[in-house]
Protein backbone atom coordinates (compact mmCIF):
# COMPACT_ATOMS: atom_id res chain seq x y z
CA UNK A 1 0.00 0.00 0.00
CA UNK A 2 2.98 2.63 1.23
CA UNK A 3 5.06 1.41 -1.09
CA UNK A 4 2.42 1.58 -4.39
CA UNK A 5 1.51 5.37 -2.90
CA UNK A 6 5.19 6.54 -3.39
CA UNK A 7 5.36 4.74 -6.85
CA UNK A 8 2.66 6.67 -7.93
CA UNK A 9 3.70 10.16 -6.52
CA UNK A 10 7.24 8.99 -8.46
CA UNK A 11 5.40 8.13 -11.83
CA UNK A 12 3.34 12.08 -11.12
CA UNK A 13 6.80 13.81 -10.54
CA UNK A 14 8.25 12.06 -13.73
CA UNK A 15 5.15 12.68 -16.03
CA UNK A 16 5.65 16.58 -15.04
CA UNK A 17 9.25 16.41 -15.61
CA UNK A 18 8.70 14.91 -18.97
CA UNK A 19 6.70 18.08 -19.91
CA UNK A 20 9.69 20.08 -19.12
CA UNK A 21 12.21 18.07 -20.96
CA UNK A 22 9.57 18.33 -23.98
CA UNK A 23 9.38 22.09 -24.07
CA UNK A 24 13.11 22.39 -23.95
CA UNK A 25 13.36 19.84 -26.67
CA UNK A 26 11.20 22.13 -29.07
CA UNK A 27 12.94 25.33 -27.50
CA UNK A 28 16.54 24.34 -27.92
CA UNK A 29 15.95 23.24 -31.45
CA UNK A 30 13.87 25.91 -32.36
CA UNK A 31 16.41 28.09 -30.95
CA UNK A 32 19.16 26.06 -33.59
CA UNK A 33 17.02 25.85 -36.48
CA UNK A 34 17.96 23.03 -36.93
CA UNK A 35 17.74 19.43 -35.09
CA UNK A 36 15.33 16.26 -34.51
CA UNK A 37 12.55 16.70 -32.66
CA UNK A 38 10.72 13.74 -33.61
CA UNK A 39 12.54 11.10 -32.47
CA UNK A 40 13.82 13.58 -29.61
CA UNK A 41 10.15 13.92 -28.81
CA UNK A 42 8.91 9.92 -28.92
CA UNK A 43 11.72 9.03 -26.08
CA UNK A 44 11.11 12.13 -23.93
CA UNK A 45 9.14 9.47 -21.63
CA UNK A 46 11.64 6.69 -21.39
CA UNK A 47 14.40 9.55 -21.10
CA UNK A 48 12.96 11.27 -18.29
CA UNK A 49 12.04 8.07 -15.95
CA UNK A 50 16.03 7.14 -16.57
CA UNK A 51 17.29 10.08 -15.78
CA UNK A 52 14.58 10.97 -13.03
CA UNK A 53 14.53 7.79 -11.26
CA UNK A 54 16.69 4.77 -12.46
CA UNK A 55 20.06 6.04 -13.64
CA UNK A 56 22.53 6.17 -10.54
CA UNK A 57 24.41 9.03 -11.68
CA UNK A 58 25.40 12.03 -9.26
CA UNK A 59 25.25 15.43 -11.35
CA UNK A 60 27.90 16.97 -9.59
CA UNK A 61 30.87 14.11 -10.43
CA UNK A 62 29.97 13.39 -13.75
CA UNK A 63 33.06 11.00 -13.60
CA UNK A 64 32.00 8.68 -10.38
CA UNK A 65 33.55 5.65 -11.34
CA UNK A 66 30.30 3.48 -10.25
CA UNK A 67 28.06 5.35 -11.88
CA UNK A 68 25.47 4.06 -14.38
CA UNK A 69 26.46 4.33 -17.90
CA UNK A 70 24.26 5.58 -20.73
CA UNK A 71 24.67 5.73 -24.40
CA UNK A 72 21.87 7.42 -26.38
CA UNK A 73 22.63 4.80 -29.54
CA UNK A 74 20.11 6.79 -32.02
CA UNK A 75 22.32 10.42 -31.27
CA UNK A 76 20.54 12.42 -33.89
CA UNK A 77 17.58 12.32 -30.98
CA UNK A 78 20.04 14.26 -28.99
CA UNK A 79 18.19 17.41 -27.76
CA UNK A 80 16.38 14.65 -25.59
CA UNK A 81 20.09 13.65 -23.97
CA UNK A 82 20.47 17.09 -23.55
CA UNK A 83 17.77 18.42 -22.05
CA UNK A 84 17.53 15.54 -19.34
CA UNK A 85 21.33 16.60 -18.32
CA UNK A 86 20.94 19.99 -17.94
CA UNK A 87 17.30 19.89 -16.34
CA UNK A 88 19.18 16.87 -13.77
CA UNK A 89 22.08 19.75 -13.40
CA UNK A 90 25.45 18.28 -15.34
CA UNK A 91 25.46 21.84 -17.08
CA UNK A 92 23.21 25.18 -16.51
CA UNK A 93 19.95 24.94 -18.70
CA UNK A 94 21.30 28.13 -20.66
CA UNK A 95 23.77 26.16 -22.74
CA UNK A 96 21.04 24.81 -24.16
CA UNK A 97 20.59 27.56 -26.74
CA UNK A 98 23.97 26.68 -27.83
CA UNK A 99 22.88 23.60 -29.42
CA UNK A 100 24.31 22.94 -33.03
CA UNK A 101 26.56 26.38 -32.95
CA UNK A 102 29.81 27.19 -32.89
CA UNK A 103 31.79 25.70 -30.86
CA UNK A 104 29.27 24.50 -28.05
CA UNK A 105 29.78 21.99 -25.99
CA UNK A 106 26.27 20.58 -27.46
CA UNK A 107 26.89 19.11 -30.73
CA UNK A 108 24.95 18.19 -33.84
CA UNK A 109 25.69 14.60 -32.65
CA UNK A 110 26.95 14.08 -29.41
CA UNK A 111 31.11 13.24 -28.51
CA UNK A 112 32.00 11.99 -25.77
CA UNK A 113 33.63 14.28 -23.62
CA UNK A 114 32.48 17.53 -24.73
CA UNK A 115 29.62 17.71 -22.52
CA UNK A 116 29.24 16.54 -18.84
CA UNK A 117 27.65 13.40 -18.47
CA UNK A 118 28.34 12.42 -22.13
CA UNK A 119 30.48 9.41 -22.05
CA UNK A 120 30.08 7.82 -25.88
CA UNK A 121 30.06 9.39 -29.69
CA UNK A 122 27.21 8.73 -31.09
CA UNK A 123 25.44 9.51 -34.26
CA UNK A 124 26.57 6.87 -36.90
CA UNK A 125 23.52 4.76 -36.13
CA UNK A 126 24.40 1.04 -34.57
CA UNK A 127 27.75 2.46 -33.43
CA UNK A 128 26.26 3.18 -29.50
CA UNK A 129 24.93 -0.02 -28.65
CA UNK A 130 28.49 -1.65 -29.44
CA UNK A 131 29.67 0.66 -27.35
CA UNK A 132 27.27 -0.22 -24.43
CA UNK A 133 27.79 -3.78 -24.81
CA UNK A 134 31.62 -2.83 -24.21
CA UNK A 135 30.61 -0.99 -21.48
CA UNK A 136 29.17 -3.49 -19.76
CA UNK A 137 31.72 -6.56 -20.54
CA UNK A 138 34.01 -3.68 -18.32
CA UNK A 139 31.70 -3.77 -15.24
CA UNK A 140 31.35 -7.98 -15.63
CA UNK A 141 35.50 -8.33 -15.84
CA UNK A 142 35.88 -5.43 -12.99
CA UNK A 143 32.83 -7.03 -11.19
CA UNK A 144 31.70 -3.42 -11.21
CA UNK A 145 28.25 -2.91 -9.93
CA UNK A 146 26.90 -0.21 -12.45
CA UNK A 147 24.30 -0.94 -15.08
CA UNK A 148 24.48 0.11 -18.41
CA UNK A 149 21.59 1.75 -20.21
CA UNK A 150 20.91 2.52 -24.27
CA UNK A 151 18.18 3.32 -26.63
CA UNK A 152 17.92 2.53 -29.77
CA UNK A 153 15.68 3.59 -32.60
CA UNK A 154 13.83 1.36 -34.28
CA UNK A 155 15.21 2.59 -38.15
CA UNK A 156 18.67 2.08 -36.41
CA UNK A 157 17.25 -2.16 -36.08
CA UNK A 158 17.97 -2.04 -39.65
CA UNK A 159 21.87 -1.61 -39.16
CA UNK A 160 23.57 -5.35 -39.62
CA UNK A 161 25.68 -4.06 -36.08
CA UNK A 162 22.73 -3.89 -33.76
CA UNK A 163 22.19 -7.81 -34.62
CA UNK A 164 26.11 -8.28 -34.11
CA UNK A 165 25.78 -6.49 -30.62
CA UNK A 166 22.95 -8.40 -29.70
CA UNK A 167 24.64 -11.46 -30.27
CA UNK A 168 27.65 -10.61 -28.08
CA UNK A 169 25.87 -9.13 -25.27
CA UNK A 170 24.22 -12.76 -24.92
CA UNK A 171 27.65 -14.57 -25.25
CA UNK A 172 29.25 -12.59 -22.34
CA UNK A 173 25.86 -12.88 -20.39
CA UNK A 174 25.38 -9.01 -20.04
CA UNK A 175 22.26 -9.03 -17.50
CA UNK A 176 23.75 -6.22 -16.49
CA UNK A 177 22.49 -4.21 -19.74
CA UNK A 178 19.10 -2.68 -20.65
CA UNK A 179 18.31 -1.58 -24.18
CA UNK A 180 15.30 0.33 -24.69
CA UNK A 181 14.24 0.28 -28.18
CA UNK A 182 12.23 3.29 -29.20
CA UNK A 183 9.25 1.66 -31.71
CA UNK A 184 7.62 4.69 -32.93
CA UNK A 185 7.48 3.41 -36.76
CA UNK A 186 8.74 5.95 -38.90
CA UNK A 187 12.56 6.98 -40.02
CA UNK A 188 13.78 9.40 -42.21
CA UNK A 189 12.05 7.88 -45.43
CA UNK A 190 8.92 7.07 -44.24
CA UNK A 191 7.13 4.05 -42.22
CA UNK A 192 9.53 2.01 -40.51
CA UNK A 193 8.09 -1.35 -41.32
CA UNK A 194 8.05 -0.39 -44.76
CA UNK A 195 11.51 1.06 -45.27
CA UNK A 196 12.77 -2.42 -43.87
CA UNK A 197 10.26 -4.90 -41.88
CA UNK A 198 11.68 -5.69 -38.65
CA UNK A 199 8.88 -7.51 -37.20
CA UNK A 200 8.27 -9.90 -35.51
CA UNK A 201 11.13 -7.55 -33.63
CA UNK A 202 10.27 -9.23 -30.23
CA UNK A 203 10.70 -13.28 -31.82
CA UNK A 204 14.28 -11.34 -32.40
CA UNK A 205 15.68 -10.51 -29.77
CA UNK A 206 14.58 -13.70 -28.19
CA UNK A 207 16.03 -15.65 -30.52
CA UNK A 208 19.19 -13.68 -29.81
CA UNK A 209 18.67 -14.69 -26.17
CA UNK A 210 17.80 -11.73 -24.75
CA UNK A 211 14.77 -10.86 -22.12
CA UNK A 212 11.75 -8.94 -24.42
CA UNK A 213 9.38 -6.91 -22.56
CA UNK A 214 7.13 -4.66 -24.40
CA UNK A 215 5.50 -1.66 -23.17
CA UNK A 216 3.22 1.52 -23.76
CA UNK A 217 6.19 4.08 -24.17
CA UNK A 218 4.53 7.17 -23.12
CA UNK A 219 2.45 5.30 -19.93
CA UNK A 220 4.89 6.37 -17.23
CA UNK A 221 3.91 3.94 -14.62
CA UNK A 222 4.50 0.81 -17.32
CA UNK A 223 7.96 2.81 -18.10
CA UNK A 224 9.13 2.78 -14.89
CA UNK A 225 7.89 -0.87 -13.55
CA UNK A 226 9.59 -1.99 -16.76
CA UNK A 227 12.99 0.15 -16.21
CA UNK A 228 12.87 -1.64 -12.74
CA UNK A 229 12.19 -5.16 -13.98
CA UNK A 230 14.92 -4.91 -16.43
CA UNK A 231 17.78 -3.71 -13.94
CA UNK A 232 16.48 -6.63 -11.53
CA UNK A 233 15.95 -9.42 -14.04
CA UNK A 234 19.22 -11.90 -14.01
CA UNK A 235 20.28 -14.39 -16.50
CA UNK A 236 20.12 -12.13 -19.61
CA UNK A 237 20.45 -8.67 -21.00
CA UNK A 238 17.07 -7.15 -21.25
CA UNK A 239 15.47 -4.84 -23.80
CA UNK A 240 12.29 -2.97 -23.43
CA UNK A 241 10.49 -2.37 -26.88
CA UNK A 242 8.46 0.62 -26.28
CA UNK A 243 5.90 1.52 -28.44
CA UNK A 244 5.72 4.98 -29.09
CA UNK A 245 4.58 7.97 -31.07
CA UNK A 246 6.93 10.03 -33.28
CA UNK A 247 6.71 13.63 -32.12
CA UNK A 248 4.81 12.68 -29.21
CA UNK A 249 3.22 16.00 -27.53
CA UNK A 250 3.27 18.36 -30.16
CA UNK A 251 0.03 18.12 -32.15
CA UNK A 252 0.93 18.77 -35.12
CA UNK A 253 4.38 16.91 -35.29
CA UNK A 254 2.54 13.61 -34.13
CA UNK A 255 3.39 10.44 -36.33
CA UNK A 256 4.70 13.01 -39.38
CA UNK A 257 7.40 11.47 -41.25
CA UNK A 258 8.40 15.58 -42.15
CA UNK A 259 9.02 16.16 -38.37
CA UNK A 260 12.12 13.84 -38.24
CA UNK A 261 14.76 16.38 -38.91
CA UNK A 262 12.97 19.97 -39.07
CA UNK A 263 13.20 23.11 -36.69
CA UNK A 264 9.71 24.41 -35.52
CA UNK A 265 9.45 27.90 -37.03
CA UNK A 266 8.24 30.93 -34.45
CA UNK A 267 4.67 29.89 -35.36
CA UNK A 268 4.89 26.47 -34.89
CA UNK A 269 7.16 27.04 -31.69
CA UNK A 270 4.03 28.67 -30.32
CA UNK A 271 1.89 26.04 -31.17
CA UNK A 272 4.05 23.57 -29.62
CA UNK A 273 4.46 25.29 -26.52
CA UNK A 274 0.75 25.48 -26.15
CA UNK A 275 0.19 22.29 -26.62
CA UNK A 276 2.68 21.02 -23.93
CA UNK A 277 1.30 23.33 -21.92
CA UNK A 278 -1.71 22.13 -22.14
CA UNK A 279 -1.11 19.09 -21.52
CA UNK A 280 0.27 19.96 -18.44
CA UNK A 281 -2.25 18.90 -15.57
CA UNK B 1 17.04 11.92 -72.67
CA UNK B 2 14.32 14.47 -72.58
CA UNK B 3 15.22 17.80 -70.86
CA UNK B 4 13.27 20.29 -72.32
CA UNK B 5 11.87 20.62 -68.65
CA UNK B 6 14.98 21.13 -67.21
CA UNK B 7 15.41 23.39 -64.31
CA UNK B 8 17.46 26.84 -65.92
CA UNK B 9 21.17 27.07 -64.35
CA UNK B 10 21.86 30.69 -64.76
CA UNK B 11 25.40 32.00 -63.62
CA UNK B 12 25.49 33.63 -60.33
CA UNK B 13 21.94 31.95 -58.60
CA UNK B 14 22.25 28.83 -56.63
CA UNK B 15 21.54 25.69 -55.98
CA UNK B 16 21.99 22.63 -54.10
CA UNK B 17 23.75 19.80 -55.99
CA UNK B 18 22.26 17.12 -53.64
CA UNK B 19 18.89 18.74 -55.79
CA UNK B 20 20.48 19.06 -59.40
CA UNK B 21 21.75 15.37 -58.74
CA UNK B 22 18.08 13.83 -57.82
CA UNK B 23 16.56 15.88 -61.11
CA UNK B 24 19.32 14.13 -63.13
CA UNK B 25 18.79 10.93 -62.28
CA UNK B 26 15.23 11.20 -63.22
CA UNK B 27 15.60 12.06 -66.43
CA UNK B 28 18.76 9.32 -67.10
CA UNK B 29 15.98 6.66 -65.73
CA UNK B 30 14.44 7.73 -69.13
CA UNK B 31 17.69 7.26 -71.22
CA UNK B 32 18.82 3.98 -69.22
CA UNK B 33 16.22 1.39 -68.65
CA UNK B 34 18.73 -0.54 -66.67
CA UNK B 35 19.30 2.11 -64.27
CA UNK B 36 18.65 1.41 -60.39
CA UNK B 37 18.85 3.68 -57.59
CA UNK B 38 19.47 2.56 -54.02
CA UNK B 39 19.45 4.87 -51.25
CA UNK B 40 19.68 3.95 -47.20
CA UNK B 41 16.87 5.45 -45.74
CA UNK B 42 18.21 9.28 -46.76
CA UNK B 43 16.39 9.22 -49.95
CA UNK B 44 14.24 12.38 -48.37
CA UNK B 45 17.95 14.10 -47.57
CA UNK B 46 19.99 13.01 -50.94
CA UNK B 47 17.15 13.61 -53.17
CA UNK B 48 16.73 10.43 -54.45
CA UNK B 49 13.84 10.55 -53.15
CA UNK B 50 12.71 12.33 -57.02
CA UNK B 51 13.47 9.20 -58.47
CA UNK B 52 11.78 7.10 -56.55
CA UNK B 53 8.79 8.94 -57.32
CA UNK B 54 9.32 8.59 -60.84
CA UNK B 55 10.26 5.04 -60.88
CA UNK B 56 8.94 3.16 -57.93
CA UNK B 57 9.89 -0.02 -59.64
CA UNK B 58 13.79 0.71 -60.12
CA UNK B 59 14.02 2.31 -56.40
CA UNK B 60 15.22 0.01 -54.14
CA UNK B 61 14.96 1.64 -50.37
CA UNK B 62 17.81 -0.68 -48.17
CA UNK B 63 16.75 1.02 -44.76
CA UNK B 64 19.77 1.94 -42.72
CA UNK B 65 21.99 -0.42 -44.06
CA UNK B 66 24.47 0.85 -45.83
CA UNK B 67 26.76 -1.98 -46.14
CA UNK B 68 24.23 -4.41 -47.27
CA UNK B 69 23.18 -1.51 -49.77
CA UNK B 70 26.34 -1.47 -51.38
CA UNK B 71 26.60 -5.44 -51.79
CA UNK B 72 23.10 -5.73 -53.42
CA UNK B 73 24.03 -3.18 -55.67
CA UNK B 74 27.26 -5.28 -56.47
CA UNK B 75 24.89 -8.52 -56.91
CA UNK B 76 22.55 -6.24 -59.53
CA UNK B 77 25.39 -5.40 -61.39
CA UNK B 78 26.15 -9.15 -61.58
CA UNK B 79 23.11 -9.42 -63.74
CA UNK B 80 23.56 -6.46 -66.04
CA UNK B 81 21.63 -3.61 -64.40
CA UNK B 82 23.38 -0.49 -63.38
CA UNK B 83 23.10 0.20 -59.91
CA UNK B 84 23.67 3.84 -58.47
CA UNK B 85 23.74 3.74 -54.86
CA UNK B 86 23.67 7.13 -52.76
CA UNK B 87 23.70 7.73 -49.06
CA UNK B 88 26.14 10.11 -47.08
CA UNK B 89 29.40 10.55 -47.90
CA UNK B 90 30.53 9.41 -44.54
CA UNK B 91 28.30 6.31 -44.19
CA UNK B 92 28.90 4.81 -47.99
CA UNK B 93 32.85 5.39 -48.07
CA UNK B 94 33.57 4.26 -44.32
CA UNK B 95 30.65 1.67 -43.04
CA UNK B 96 30.34 0.20 -46.26
CA UNK B 97 34.01 0.54 -47.26
CA UNK B 98 34.60 -3.25 -47.67
CA UNK B 99 31.88 -3.51 -49.78
CA UNK B 100 32.88 -1.06 -51.69
CA UNK B 101 36.27 -1.95 -52.14
CA UNK B 102 35.99 -5.65 -52.69
CA UNK B 103 32.75 -6.21 -54.34
CA UNK B 104 32.87 -3.24 -56.50
CA UNK B 105 35.73 -2.09 -56.92
CA UNK B 106 38.23 -4.70 -57.48
CA UNK B 107 35.49 -6.88 -60.34
CA UNK B 108 35.25 -3.54 -61.00
CA UNK B 109 31.23 -3.82 -60.74
CA UNK B 110 29.42 -1.31 -63.07
CA UNK B 111 28.21 0.38 -59.87
CA UNK B 112 27.82 4.42 -59.41
CA UNK B 113 28.77 5.34 -55.99
CA UNK B 114 26.86 9.07 -54.56
CA UNK B 115 28.73 10.20 -51.54
CA UNK B 116 26.26 12.87 -50.88
CA UNK B 117 26.88 15.77 -47.58
CA UNK B 118 30.08 15.91 -48.98
CA UNK B 119 32.74 17.61 -46.35
CA UNK B 120 31.61 20.27 -43.93
CA UNK B 121 27.99 21.04 -45.05
CA UNK B 122 26.13 18.77 -43.38
CA UNK B 123 23.44 20.99 -42.31
CA UNK B 124 25.07 21.33 -38.25
CA UNK B 125 25.21 17.27 -37.98
CA UNK B 126 28.95 18.01 -36.61
CA UNK B 127 31.80 15.02 -37.00
CA UNK B 128 29.63 12.33 -37.37
CA UNK B 129 28.45 13.30 -40.45
CA UNK B 130 31.09 15.38 -42.01
CA UNK B 131 33.06 13.32 -44.45
CA UNK B 132 36.49 14.90 -44.50
CA UNK B 133 38.25 11.74 -45.81
CA UNK B 134 35.86 10.14 -48.34
CA UNK B 135 38.61 11.53 -51.27
CA UNK B 136 41.14 9.87 -49.96
CA UNK B 137 39.92 6.70 -48.83
CA UNK B 138 38.10 6.63 -52.61
CA UNK B 139 41.38 7.86 -54.45
CA UNK B 140 43.58 4.76 -52.37
CA UNK B 141 41.23 1.90 -53.80
CA UNK B 142 42.25 0.51 -56.43
CA UNK B 143 40.04 0.84 -60.28
CA UNK B 144 38.02 3.70 -58.25
CA UNK B 145 37.52 7.23 -59.88
CA UNK B 146 36.53 9.94 -58.12
CA UNK B 147 34.75 12.54 -59.29
CA UNK B 148 34.14 15.85 -57.33
CA UNK B 149 31.73 18.63 -59.15
CA UNK B 150 32.41 22.36 -58.77
CA UNK B 151 28.15 23.46 -59.50
CA UNK B 152 24.96 22.84 -60.31
CA UNK B 153 26.11 22.70 -64.07
CA UNK B 154 29.00 20.25 -63.68
CA UNK B 155 27.03 18.34 -60.83
CA UNK B 156 24.61 17.58 -63.77
CA UNK B 157 27.14 17.11 -66.52
CA UNK B 158 29.08 14.95 -64.17
CA UNK B 159 26.19 12.91 -62.77
CA UNK B 160 25.10 12.19 -66.91
CA UNK B 161 28.94 11.52 -67.55
CA UNK B 162 29.22 8.79 -64.53
CA UNK B 163 26.57 7.11 -66.94
CA UNK B 164 28.98 6.63 -69.72
CA UNK B 165 31.88 5.77 -67.92
CA UNK B 166 32.05 2.10 -67.77
CA UNK B 167 32.76 0.44 -64.46
CA UNK B 168 32.53 1.81 -60.89
CA UNK B 169 32.71 5.57 -60.16
CA UNK B 170 32.75 7.98 -56.86
CA UNK B 171 30.95 11.20 -57.06
CA UNK B 172 31.07 13.59 -54.71
CA UNK B 173 28.08 15.72 -53.90
CA UNK B 174 27.43 18.96 -51.13
CA UNK B 175 24.28 19.77 -49.24
CA UNK B 176 24.75 23.59 -49.48
CA UNK B 177 23.41 25.59 -52.27
CA UNK B 178 26.18 26.11 -54.96
CA UNK B 179 26.56 29.14 -57.12
CA UNK B 180 26.95 28.40 -60.97
CA UNK B 181 29.70 28.94 -62.46
CA UNK B 182 29.42 27.35 -65.53
CA UNK B 183 27.55 28.24 -68.68
CA UNK B 184 24.52 25.76 -68.99
CA UNK B 185 26.21 23.75 -71.61
CA UNK B 186 29.57 23.31 -70.25
CA UNK B 187 30.45 19.98 -70.79
CA UNK B 188 31.69 17.42 -68.17
CA UNK B 189 35.71 16.05 -69.66
CA UNK B 190 36.60 13.05 -67.36
CA UNK B 191 39.77 13.30 -66.35
CA UNK B 192 40.39 16.67 -67.70
CA UNK B 193 41.74 19.68 -65.48
CA UNK B 194 40.01 22.94 -66.28
CA UNK B 195 41.33 26.47 -66.51
CA UNK B 196 38.54 28.82 -65.42
CA UNK B 197 40.67 32.11 -64.78
CA UNK B 198 43.76 32.70 -65.89
CA UNK B 199 46.48 34.93 -64.22
CA UNK B 200 50.44 35.25 -64.94
CA UNK B 201 51.01 35.55 -61.25
CA UNK B 202 49.97 32.89 -59.03
CA UNK B 203 47.62 29.68 -59.41
CA UNK B 204 45.42 27.63 -57.22
CA UNK B 205 44.05 24.15 -58.09
CA UNK B 206 40.59 23.56 -56.59
CA UNK B 207 37.65 21.27 -56.80
CA UNK B 208 34.16 20.98 -55.82
CA UNK B 209 32.39 23.59 -54.20
CA UNK B 210 35.50 25.18 -53.19
CA UNK B 211 36.07 26.18 -57.18
CA UNK B 212 32.94 28.76 -57.30
CA UNK B 213 35.14 30.11 -54.48
CA UNK B 214 38.81 29.99 -55.69
CA UNK B 215 36.96 31.87 -58.50
CA UNK B 216 35.87 34.55 -56.28
CA UNK B 217 39.17 34.72 -54.53
CA UNK B 218 40.75 35.09 -58.02
CA UNK B 219 38.43 38.13 -58.94
CA UNK B 220 39.10 39.62 -55.62
CA UNK B 221 42.81 39.11 -56.26
CA UNK B 222 43.05 41.39 -59.22
CA UNK B 223 40.58 43.89 -58.58
CA UNK B 224 41.98 44.49 -55.16
CA UNK B 225 45.81 43.90 -55.04
CA UNK B 226 46.49 43.41 -58.74
CA UNK B 227 47.67 39.90 -58.13
CA UNK B 228 46.53 38.33 -61.28
CA UNK B 229 45.70 33.87 -59.97
CA UNK B 230 45.04 31.12 -62.38
CA UNK B 231 42.20 28.78 -61.25
CA UNK B 232 42.69 25.64 -62.29
CA UNK B 233 39.63 23.33 -61.42
CA UNK B 234 39.80 19.90 -60.86
CA UNK B 235 36.31 18.03 -61.76
CA UNK B 236 38.27 14.62 -61.23
CA UNK B 237 40.70 13.80 -58.63
CA UNK B 238 41.31 10.41 -59.76
CA UNK B 239 42.67 9.63 -62.29
CA UNK B 240 44.60 13.39 -62.23
CA UNK B 241 45.53 15.60 -64.78
CA UNK B 242 49.14 15.73 -64.77
CA UNK B 243 49.91 17.34 -67.74
CA UNK B 244 48.11 20.30 -66.21
CA UNK B 245 49.62 20.11 -62.47
CA UNK B 246 52.52 19.91 -64.48
CA UNK B 247 52.25 22.29 -66.01
CA UNK B 248 50.84 24.81 -63.62
CA UNK B 249 54.11 23.64 -61.91
CA UNK B 250 56.41 25.28 -64.81
CA UNK B 251 54.30 28.31 -64.90
CA UNK B 252 54.47 29.40 -60.94
CA UNK B 253 56.61 27.49 -58.93
CA UNK B 254 54.22 27.24 -56.36
CA UNK B 255 50.44 26.17 -56.39
CA UNK B 256 47.85 26.74 -53.88
CA UNK B 257 45.31 23.84 -53.15
CA UNK B 258 41.76 24.34 -51.75
CA UNK B 259 39.49 21.46 -51.19
CA UNK B 260 36.42 21.11 -48.92
CA UNK B 261 38.50 18.03 -47.33
CA UNK B 262 40.95 16.92 -45.29
CA UNK B 263 44.66 17.74 -45.93
CA UNK B 264 45.64 14.11 -46.09
CA UNK B 265 44.96 11.71 -49.09
CA UNK B 266 42.72 14.41 -51.29
CA UNK B 267 43.26 16.94 -53.77
CA UNK B 268 46.63 18.83 -52.08
CA UNK B 269 48.56 15.14 -51.57
CA UNK B 270 47.38 14.00 -55.41
CA UNK B 271 48.53 17.58 -56.64
CA UNK B 272 51.55 17.54 -54.08
CA UNK B 273 52.42 13.71 -55.11
CA UNK B 274 52.53 14.83 -59.14
CA UNK B 275 54.80 17.54 -58.80
CA UNK B 276 57.24 16.23 -56.07
CA UNK B 277 57.21 13.07 -58.88
CA UNK B 278 57.48 14.96 -62.08
CA UNK B 279 58.20 18.22 -61.57
CA UNK B 280 58.95 19.71 -58.22
CA UNK B 281 57.29 23.05 -57.16
CA UNK B 282 55.86 24.01 -53.48
CA UNK B 283 52.26 22.91 -52.77
CA UNK B 284 50.39 25.21 -50.09
CA UNK B 285 47.34 22.86 -49.34
CA UNK B 286 44.46 24.38 -48.02
CA UNK B 287 41.99 22.16 -46.28
CA UNK B 288 41.01 20.52 -43.06
CA UNK B 289 44.30 20.01 -41.20
CA UNK B 290 43.71 16.62 -40.02
CA UNK B 291 40.83 17.83 -37.39
CA UNK B 292 37.09 16.25 -36.88
CA UNK B 293 34.50 19.64 -37.65
CA UNK B 294 32.33 20.84 -35.33
CA UNK B 295 28.88 21.73 -35.54
CA UNK B 296 27.95 25.00 -37.00
CA UNK B 297 26.84 27.86 -39.79
CA UNK B 298 28.41 26.40 -42.98
CA UNK B 299 29.92 29.93 -43.88
CA UNK B 300 31.20 30.05 -39.62
CA UNK B 301 32.91 26.92 -40.00
CA UNK B 302 34.93 27.29 -43.47
CA UNK B 303 36.12 30.49 -41.68
CA UNK B 304 36.96 28.74 -38.52
CA UNK B 305 39.41 26.50 -40.65
CA UNK B 306 40.74 28.80 -42.73
CA UNK B 307 38.62 28.42 -45.86
CA UNK B 308 36.44 31.53 -46.60
CA UNK B 309 37.03 33.54 -49.69
CA UNK B 310 39.04 36.18 -47.57
CA UNK B 311 41.46 33.47 -46.59
CA UNK B 312 42.15 32.02 -49.98
CA UNK B 313 42.75 35.86 -50.67
CA UNK B 314 45.32 36.22 -47.89
CA UNK B 315 47.02 32.68 -48.92
CA UNK B 316 47.33 33.39 -52.02
CA UNK B 317 49.14 37.21 -51.24
CA UNK B 318 51.47 35.36 -48.80
CA UNK B 319 52.62 33.18 -51.89
CA UNK B 320 52.31 35.70 -54.49
CA UNK B 321 54.97 38.11 -52.20
CA UNK B 322 57.49 34.79 -51.57
CA UNK B 323 56.29 34.62 -48.41
CA UNK B 324 56.67 31.14 -46.14
CA UNK B 325 59.52 30.05 -48.62
CA UNK B 326 62.00 28.19 -46.68
CA UNK B 327 65.67 29.77 -47.64
C1 LIG C 1 24.78 4.82 -40.15
C2 LIG C 1 23.80 5.92 -40.37
N1 LIG C 1 23.10 5.96 -41.51
C3 LIG C 1 22.23 6.96 -41.74
C4 LIG C 1 22.05 7.96 -40.83
C5 LIG C 1 21.11 9.13 -41.12
N2 LIG C 1 19.93 9.07 -40.25
C6 LIG C 1 19.83 9.82 -39.14
S1 LIG C 1 18.44 9.52 -38.27
C7 LIG C 1 17.91 8.39 -39.41
C8 LIG C 1 16.61 7.67 -39.21
C9 LIG C 1 16.58 7.01 -37.87
O1 LIG C 1 15.39 6.36 -37.63
P1 LIG C 1 15.11 5.74 -36.21
O2 LIG C 1 16.26 4.89 -35.80
O3 LIG C 1 13.80 5.06 -36.27
O4 LIG C 1 15.12 7.00 -35.26
P2 LIG C 1 13.89 7.87 -34.70
O5 LIG C 1 12.66 7.48 -35.44
O6 LIG C 1 13.78 7.52 -33.27
O7 LIG C 1 14.27 9.30 -34.91
C10 LIG C 1 18.85 8.26 -40.44
C11 LIG C 1 18.71 7.36 -41.59
C12 LIG C 1 22.82 7.89 -39.64
N3 LIG C 1 22.75 8.83 -38.69
N4 LIG C 1 23.67 6.86 -39.43
MG1 LIG D 1 11.94 5.49 -35.55
Redesign the pocket.
Known sequence: MEQQRTIQKRVRYLEEKAKEVRVEIVKMIHEAQSG?P??SL??ADIMTALYFDILRIDPNKPEWPDRDRFVLS?G??CPVWYACLALKGFFPIETLKTLRKFESKLQGHPIAGKAEGIDASV????IGFSQAVGMAIEAKMTRSKYMVYTVL????TN?GIVWEAAASAHKYHLDNLVAVL?R?N???DGI?EQIMPMEPLDEKFKAFNWHVIQINGHNMADVVDALMKARDYSGKPVIIIANTV?GKGVSYMENVRGW?GKPPNDEQLAIALEDLKGSLK | MSTANRRRLSIGEAFAPRLIFGETLVELGEAYPRLVVLD???GASTQTALFRDAYPNRFYQIG?A?ANMVGIAAGLSTQGWIPFVST?AI?LTK?AGDQVRNTIAYPRANVKLNGAYGGLPTGRAGASHSSIEDIAVMRAVPHMPVIVPADPVETRAAVEAVMRIPGPVYLRTVRCPVPVIFGEHEPFEFGKAKLIHDGDDAVIISTGMMTPKALQAAGKLGKQYGIRTAVIHMGTVKPLDIEAVIAASERYGHILTVENHSVIGGLGDAVAAAVSEHAPCRVTKLGFQDVFLESGDDEALFSRYGMNVDQIVERVREIAQGKGRRE
Open positions: HGGSAKHAGSLGGDGEEDNLQNAKH | ADVIEFFR
